[in-house]
């Protein structure tokens, strides 16, 4: 957390967390102070570090006494470091979280276009656990319905999998698996009739909604959850902001880790997702031995 307005929506989150999230939630609040802060503390004679990592704590309890969540934390800690994501980074490994819950800057209101803070950016790109990207002005309201599992059927899922269905099962939601086929390109059976056409389409997607089935079936999603498999046709992007407009707790997707070109020709649907999203998405890394995924 900041104590900035940015993490409204995470603190949010956090105390229906600690209201929802089951007997096996333990919620820490990590407030780190970066190298440029800390410059700026010497200026203004708030050093020696003891001191300065003294008041910065006091700050961050008054934020969440005044959020009226205090009691929901097991631990309130500051750190010095260098930059934050690094630093949350290593805590989120040190510490063995489930996961990293982050503020996103963007709200979702006319002349404040939706997109991720430089933290939580950086997080995306290169954290080695899960990373929930909150928007800062999330309602309540909207955390109603299944976990949503965004997947391409691959291995780079299979990490995000096992994540959203332990998630449903210690938060005893439905979980729903969905998987969006990419529009066909028909240019090539121009010459075919309208019919075939039609049924070449069908059995696309007929075989990766087969193919979505086995996958789920393979990582036993199914096991001890209410399990719903949806299948469309459409864009990716469109179709999960779509979804996750409805309500949901948390949609989960993994990363696909794209190289600094890649990022520029392409996007990322998962910072486009938690960019834009007006609920809670978790970013899921791949497992270290699973093979980058090209969709």
């Known amino acids: 957390m900041d104590l900035r307005a940015t993490?409204?929506?995470?603190?949010?989150?956090?105390?229906?967390?600690?209201?929802?999230?089951?007997?096996?939630?333990?919620?820490?609040?990590?407030?780190?102070?970066?190298?440029?802060?800390q410059h700026?503390?010497?200026?203004?004679?708030?050093?020696?570090?003891?001191?300065?990592?003294?008041?910065?704590?006091?700050?961050?309890?008054?934020?969440?006494?005044q959020a009226g969540i205090e009691g929901c934390f097991e631990e309130v800690d500051v750190l010095p470091g260098g930059a934050a994501d690094?630093?949350?980074?290593?805590?989120?490994?040190?510490?063995?979280?489930?996961?990293?819950?982050v503020g996103r800057q963007g709200p979702l209101r006319e002349g404040f276009p939706p997109r991720l803070g430089r933290v939580a950016r950086h997080l995306l790109r290169h954290a080695g656990g899960p990373v929930i990207v909150v928007p800062p002005d999330l309602e309540e309201a909207k955390l109603e319905g299944p976990i949503v599992l965004?997947?391409?059927?691959?291995?780079?899922?299979?990490?995000?999998g096992r994540f959203a269905a332990e998630r449903a099962r210690e938060w005893q939601r439905p979980l729903r698996v969905v998987h969006v086929v990419s529009p066909m390109d028909t240019g090539g059976l121009s010459f075919l009739p309208r019919p075939a056409e039609e049924g070449a389409r069908q059995a696309r997607f007929q075989a990766q909604r087969a193919e979505v089935e086995r996958w789920a079936e393979e990582l036993g999603l199914a096991e001890g959850l209410e399990l719903e498999l949806d299948v469309r046709a459409g864009s990716a992007i469109d179709e999960l902001l779509a979804i996750s407009r409805l309500g949901s707790p948390l949609v989960v997707c993994g990363a696909r880790r794209l190289s600094w070109l890649e990022r520029h020709l392409k996007a990322s649907h998962a910072t486009t997702l938690s960019s834009h999203a007006p609920v809670p998405v978790a970013v899921v890394p791949p497992e270290a031995d699973a093979p980058e995924s090209n969709r």
């Open 40 to 65: 700026y503390a010497i200026k203004l004679g708030l050093h020696p570090r003891g001191r300065l990592i003294s008041l910065t704590r006091e700050a961050t309890r008054d934020v969440l006494r």
């Open 150 to 160: 965004a997947t391409d059927a691959g291995p780079s899922s299979v990490a995000a």
């Open 7 to 37: 993490s409204a929506g995470a603190l949010r989150y956090s105390a229906w967390l600690h209201a929802h999230g089951g007997e096996g939630v333990e919620l820490q609040a990590l407030h780190v102070i970066e190298q440029l802060d």
């Open 86 to 101: 690094e630093v949350l980074d290593e805590q989120l490994l040190a510490r063995g979280a489930a996961g990293l819950v």
